[in-house]
Structures are given as C-alpha cells and as structure tokens.
C-alpha cells in the first residue's frame, strides 16, 4: 500500500507545524546522534528516500557532496523543499520509494530518515539500495523503533487519572501493517522487529557499521513537560552500514 497521507491539506498543515518541520534538523530529537553516523559527503553522489521538506539533502551539499537526489511520494513536501532550496546540485523527484530505479553504482551514499516503517518490504528496498550503491558505499537510515511500532496505537497507556502507566509492547513478532494515529489522523505503518531490519541488510550485501537507540538531546528534555517520558522507551532506530559485497 503506498498511502500519502502527507498531500492530504489538514494532514500537511499539521505535519508542517511541527518543531523539526519549522527548524529543520536541529530541532529534531534523533540529530544530534545520526549527524555522528553520517558519512563524509565531499564529493559524493547522495540519494535520499522520503527526503521529506530536504533537510538532509541540504545537509549533505553544506558538507561537500557533488549531487543529491531526493525522492519523495509527497509533492506537498517536495514543493516545501524545493523553496527552502537554493542549491542546483538537488534534485527533488516525486516518487513513491518502492518505485526508484536507478543505475548500478549510481550513488556513493544513500540515507533515509524515518520513512522505511511507510513501506511493507524492507527486503525490496534494501535489494534496491544494493544495487544503486558502489562497493564500499554508505547507507545510514532511521525508522520507528520496533518497540514504538509493535502495538500499533502508539500511544502510553493511562491511568483514570490520564497518567502515563507505561508503554504497551505487543504482537512484536507478528510483522505487518498497523493502524497508528499520527498527528491526530490514521495513518497506515508498517512493523518489523529488530532481527529482521538487521538480518535483512546482512542478506541484502551490508556490513553493519553502527546501531544506535537514541535518546533525546539533553537540551531538548527541558523544551516540554512530556519529553522526559522519551527517556521510558525507545522511539527510533539508527542504522549505519557499508555495502561490501554484490548481490
């Protein structure tokens, strides 16, 4: 299912009042650990899948890379990207991810954040990646932590009171589609547990290079009365790998 939630006005409109919408990466809880993963950019050829309103394709030109394309399946977003962006070494492709073709050896470095847990095979994806990356290559990727999908309401569960008890973990080897509520609207995501995310890049020809579960910068626990509760549970999953072999 290759749903776009993001063209939908209201959806959008929230999306986009976001903190990490409004003030790019520094706003976002995750960066100040996938910045360390990143590779070096200098004169790489750089693809970015769900490239959101592209502030890591941004990123990458800033640090050296000779191109970036950025895929999308949001024109919303990618209109959004396209005027924050002034650099001609960037092109913005409207493309549901499952969809891309590319050239073998297209890329030195692929990234992706927080978008594989939209697609139903990761195996696909990963096979792809493989294919458009040069041997030695880098894929550096985060997504919905499996304990945040496994459940599917993504929500704490309360007390009579509305407190927050703790964070229901359930159907976690049962891998498959489920109905979240993102920003107030049903959205459909995609969980897999831990395994197969790591077993299916070794298959698919990567070296693992990094995992990290991030907790949130310390300067951001103070920005909210609720981001202290991010310390309770594991929201995302960074992973860093290299190509090392052809599949």
């Not at 899948?49 to 640090?63: D, M, P, S, T, V």
């Not at 159907?171 to 993102?182: I, N």
């Amino acid at each position: 299912m290759k749903e776009n939630k993001y063209d939908d006005p209201v959806f959008f409109n929230k999306y986009s009042n976001m903190d990490r919408s409004k003030y790019g990466l520094q706003a976002a809880g995750e960066w100040h650990e996938l910045r360390k993963m990143m590779p070096d950019f200098t004169n790489k050829r750089v693809l970015d899948l769900g490239c959101g309103f592209g502030w890591h394709c941004r990123y990458a030109i800033e640090k050296g890379a000779e191109s970036v394309i950025g895929i999308d399946i949001s024109q919303k977003m990618l209109d959004e990207a396209k005027s924050k962006t002034g650099s001609e070494k960037i092109q913005y492709i409207c493309l549901p991810m499952e969809d891309i073709e590319f050239e073998p050896d297209s890329f030195e470095v692929v990234i992706s954040s927080l978008a594989f847990h939209y697609i139903q095979s990761f195996e696909n994806i990963a096979d792809k990646i493989n294919k458009f990356l040069t041997l030695g290559g880098d894929f550096v990727f985060s997504v919905e932590h499996p304990v945040f999908t496994a459940n599917g309401s993504q929500d704490w569960y309360y007390d009579n009171q509305g407190n927050r008890l703790h964070w229901p973990v359930d159907r976690y080897f049962e891998e498959g589609d489920r109905k979240a509520v993102f920003l107030g609207e049903e959205v459909i995501k995609y969980h897999k547990t831990l395994s197969s995310y790591l077993n299916t890049l070794i298959k698919a020809g990567f070296e693992i290079i990094g995992i990290v579960e991030p907790k949130p910068e310390e300067k951001l626990l103070n920005t909210s009365a609720e981001m202290m509760d991010e310390l309770r549970r594991p929201m995302m999953l960074l992973i860093s790998a290299k190509k090392k072999q052809v599949i």
